[in-house]
């Protein structure tokens, strides 16, 4: 039996040390089959290059963006340089446990009805227990909401709430995939305009069709203080973000039939943005996301915090 060639796409960007190490963690598959990797450098400086590259059972190929373009941009370069049959994704900060291949391409090769399979997470760093537990909670919660059909050890298919349960929160496995490259191409490319990329293409991922979830050889995330701020600013930026990544569902043409779902999710995103602004006195802020949140669905909850902000700004 011939066994399908995989593409895995290495995005990096100024941390050679760190590449070195997650190529390592592929040159530990148990995979037997061909692969290759597709090194996207998002403009490093100096360029990678093949000498500088630790040794490796795949073949590699580096492709290279001539300014930074972002994380989504140097994924989809490598995507669209890309000649296997399946695509695995791999962050230059993180690391591949050693079955993560060969037990992703059994799963899909053997249910050839999944389009888009999400990897369990493991999290390692100093900063990994407050991400595990993080993580875990969330995963927990989307399992219980969806109630999953497992189809074989470890491995769970979803239906369609799986796209109403990510409307409300992506954990972390939800946002490494593996699949086919044509199924790749079908959902579409990340989006470099969107500061959650990430989690806008898994929306559209369970539009697309069946996904599943696979809970063994974890993809494993390095938690060393990146990404972890929890400064005002930012939490404004990551509701603003997620508001967007929702609007322009409401366009997709595989959305019409979640509309409702959508608008619901639209009412509730403006109504936690308007909260935000509340807690931090910036009034009129509030009352203008309010006022959105209403023309997707009026509720008691609004109206109580209307009365609130009317308060505050008294005071």
């Known amino acids: 039996m011939t066994l399908p060639t995989v593409s895995i796409i290495l995005p990096t960007h100024n941390r050679p040390d760190l590449l070195a190490q997650a190529i390592a963690s592929l040159d530990r598959q148990s995979y037997p089959g061909p692969g290759e990797i597709l090194i996207a450098d998002d403009a490093s400086s100096p360029p990678v290059t093949a000498s500088s590259l630790p040794p ?6 580096i492709v290279r963006s001539p300014t930074p373009q972002g994380g989504a941009a140097a994924k989809n370069l490598g995507v669209q340089a890309a ?17 993560y291949i060969e037990d992703a391409l059994a799963a899909l090769q053997t249910y050839p009805n999944i389009k888009t399979l999400f990897m369990r997470v493991e999290w390692f760093g100093e900063r990994a227990e407050w991400g595990q537990t993080h993580h875990d909670r969330n995963t927990f919660w989307i399992l219980e909401q969806t109630k999953p059909t497992q189809i074989a050890p470890e491995l769970f298919v979803f239906n369609e709430d799986l796209f109403f349960a990510l409307l409300q929160r992506i954990p972390m496995p939800f946002q490494r ?7 790749f191409l079908a959902i579409g490319a990340y989006q470099k305009d969107c500061l959650l990329w990430d989690c806008e293409w898994a929306l ?25 701020s929890s400064t005002a ?38 109504f936690d943005l308007a909260y935000f602004y509340s807690e931090n006195r910036r009034f009129g802020e509030a009352l203008a996301a309010l006022k959105i949140s209403a023309s997707y669905g009026r509720s008691l909850k609004q109206l109580k915090l209307l009365t609130k902000i009317g308060l505050k700004s008294w005071i």
């Open 56 to 61: 490796c059972r795949f073949a590699v190929r």
């Open 233 to 270: 600013s930012r939490q404004e930026e990551h509701l603003r973000a997620m508001l967007v990544v929702k609007e322009r569902l409401l366009d997709h043409p595989k959305a019409s039939s979640f509309r409702s779902k959508l608008t619901d999710s639209l009412a509730q995103g403006y």
């Open 83 to 99: 000649c296997g049959d399946y695509l695995v994704f791999l962050d230059d900060d993180d690391l591949l446990s050693p079955g």
């Open 177 to 183: 995939p593996v699949l086919r490259r044509e199924d």
């Open 204 to 228: 559209r991922a369970a539009l697309y069709g069946p996904c599943a979830l696979l809970q063994k050889s974890p993809y494993l995330q390095r938690a060393s203080g990146q990404g972890y």
